[in-house]
């Protein structure tokens, strides 16, 4: 079955704009031009962030790269082509090296950067995973279960796995940097918060808002996956368990706070008061809308906190991300792709429910969304609006859509 002509041209658009991101965040500030630094060079210490950064920039870079150039496997096996798998994670993976190592001998010749062997190993490390991924989600269908055929509307396993990954996506934010230690003194630091409850600063607003309409959004995703009621607040209060487990393990500085319980606990109550007085056994498309309005509250609440500083009163049409540290480039980054990935799903949901229009006006509305949220940055004190949010935006719901425009009908 060949890809639509549709499916191909959002791959592969989504493909081309996220590959002249990646040359423009390799080569923006790189001060003057003068060809004298080592070319990849090896350093006598390697920077975790900076390791991190390099890895997670280079999936999905690998994923729509397998997403652009392949097609959905469908055989009497069941089974993909070894032949053909083995040659595209070959030619991805030989793709992906040769962008990065093309980004690390320029970057040889600025003053303000350095050519690195270990960025060029992280780039296509994380590059490798990414095409793990896209060759997932193309077997995905056949391995999982295939399309029921009697309507092209229908929510297949793609659907299902990305709606998934919104519930997921959140736990992985709030995990950042991924690094764990299962010891009593871990634990203890991560709780240490709990002991200054009486003189401690009081509750932030924006924060607890945030906290809120992202548990809201993934107990929505529960609902939307799961068959009945209980097994829809089984599986938010399952993962909201593993969320607090991970960060009470984060050997980082813990992200866990009383804004979080307390916009967790919010959501739950509303999830449960939800599917307790419902009647139905699903209404898809008020789980798809507040799915997409919880993930929109959260996205408004973190744009819309002043932070310390003056307000700028100037948007930069260019992409500062980055600029104020690798970790959190990668959590804004995953903030807003979240986001996107959200609306599509939200979308595709409520499409399958019989709401044709959501397809195209919800991704877009979010889109807009974030573009006229980070242009009313620029009255908020402390922050740097720029065209980063709704790049990222922009980039996830694209990759999204390229995932779930594999079926019929699916443009």
């Known amino acids: 079955m060949p890809v639509p002509s549709s499916a191909r041209r959002t791959s592969l658009f989504a493909l081309l704009l996220y590959t002249a991101f990646i040359v423009y965040q390799s080569l923006a500030q790189g001060g003057?031009?003068?060809?004298?630094?080592?070319?990849?060079?090896?350093?006598a210490r390697i920077s975790r962030s900076d390791m991190l950064a390099n890895v997670v920039a280079y999936v999905p870079l690998g994923l729509l790269l397998v997403l652009a150039a392949?097609?959905?496997?469908?055989?009497?096996?069941?089974?993909?082509?070894?032949?053909?798998?083995?040659?595209?994670?070959?030619g991805a993976t030989v793709a992906i090296g040769l962008l990065s190592l093309g980004m690390e001998l320029v970057q040889a010749c600025q003053a303000a950067r350095v050519s690195s062997l270990y960025d060029l190993i992280a780039n296509v490390t994380g590059g490798a995973l990414g095409v793990g991924a896209g060759l997932a989600l193309r077997a995905a269908p056949t391995l999982l279960g295939p399309r029921p055929p009697s309507s092209v509307s229908t929510p297949d396993v793609r659907l299902r796995l990305l709606t998934a990954a919104v519930a997921l996506g959140w736990v992985v934010s709030q995990t950042m940097p991924w690094v764990f230690a299962v010891d009593v003194g871990t634990v203890r630091s991560n709780l240490s918060f709990l002991r200054h409850w009486a003189d401690g600063a009081p509750l932030d607003a924006w924060r607890l808002l945030r906290h809120a309409g992202a548990w809201g959004a993934v107990g929505c995703a529960c609902r939307l996956l799961a068959r009945g009621r209980m097994p829809s607040l089984a599986a938010f209060v399952l993962t909201a368990g593993v969320s607090l487990a991970l960060q009470l393990l984060l050997d980082a500085n813990a992200p866990l706070s009383f804004e979080e319980l307390a916009g967790m606990t919010v959501a739950g109550v509303g999830i449960a008061s939800s599917l307790l007085v419902s009647r139905e056994?699903?209404?898809?498309?008020?789980?798809?809308?507040?799915?997409?309005?919880?993930?929109?509250?959260?996205?408004?609440?973190?744009?819309?906190?002043?932070?310390p500083g003056?307000?700028?009163?100037?948007?930069?049409?260019?992409?500062?991300?980055g600029l104020g540290g690798l970790l959190g480039a990668i959590d804004y980054a995953l903030l807003f792709g979240w986001f996107g990935l959200a609306a599509v799903v939200a979308a595709r949901w409520a499409d399958a429910d019989g709401h044709t229009h959501a397809r195209r006006r919800w991704p877009a509305g979010a889109i807009l969304a974030t573009f006229l949220?980070?242009?009313?940055?620029?009255?908020?004190?402390?922050r740097g609006p720029d065209l980063s949010a709704p790049l990222f935006t922009v980039l996830a719901a694209l990759l999204a859509a390229a995932v779930l425009a594999d079926g019929r009908g699916d443009g």
Do not use: D, K, N
Not at 373 to 382: K, M, S, Y
């Open 70 to 90: 392949t097609r959905a496997w469908v055989g009497p096996s069941g089974r993909p082509p070894l032949v053909r798998v083995l040659a595209t994670v070959v």
């Open 373 to 382: 949220l980070e242009v009313a940055q620029t009255g908020i004190p402390g």
């Open 32 to 43: 003057a031009w003068m060809c004298t630094g080592a070319v990849l060079e090896v350093g």
């Open 310 to 321: 003056a307000a700028v009163h100037t948007f930069s049409w260019f992409p500062r991300v």
């Open 281 to 307: 056994a699903c209404h898809t498309r008020r789980w798809a809308s507040a799915l997409l309005l919880g993930a929109a509250f959260t996205v408004a609440a973190y744009e819309l906190r002043p932070v």
